[in-house]
């Protein structure tokens, strides 16, 4: 063995031992977190959530309720969405939706939703659609989708 390949080796063990001593975020847990802030006359938001290998069951949520799960990216394979459903008393109707809340690209090395949420992406159902809350550059939320009639 040269001395050029023991030194790629000993960088190598460096690198790494740096990227887990400060507990880097590839190897921690991700967190979604969905809440109910429909405002109304009791309204129940009913989700139901899902992977490509997990189906995590339906949860009903009251207003000012939440509900998440962790989970680990494996980079182009995790991916999450959930199907909304919800009556409003108020016009007497129902509003649905279907929509992803987490996807892991290949692209860039980091997952899509990293860069806004890191490992936690917060979702907050309102009456007029989903926002999700951003940790980026600007720590706000941002409507995401609109429900559909």
């Known amino acids: 063995m040269g001395i050029s390949h023991l030194r790629n080796i000993i960088v190598c063990f460096f690198l790494f031992s740096i990227l887990v001593s400060k507990g880097s975020s590839l190897f921690d ?9 429909i405002e109304g006359d009791q309204v129940l938001l009913k989700i139901h959530c899902k992977s490509l290998d997990d189906d995590l069951g339906e949860h009903a949520l009251n207003f000012g309720n939440e509900w998440d799960w962790q989970f680990r990216v494996g980079f182009g394979t995790t991916y999450f969405w959930c199907d909304y459903r919800w009556y409003d008393n108020r016009d007497q109707r129902w509003y649905q939706g279907s929509h992803e809340v987490y996807k892991a690209t290949l692209s860039g090395f980091k997952a899509k939703y990293y860069v806004f949420c890191h490992s936690k992406c917060v979702w907050s159902a309102r009456r ?9 550059k600007r720590e706000m939320w941002e409507k995401r989708y609109t429900w559909d009639p």
């Open 29 to 37: 847990p991700t967190t979604v977190q969905v809440q109910n802030d």
């Open 128 to 136: 007029d659609g989903l926002y999700l809350y951003r940790r980026d």
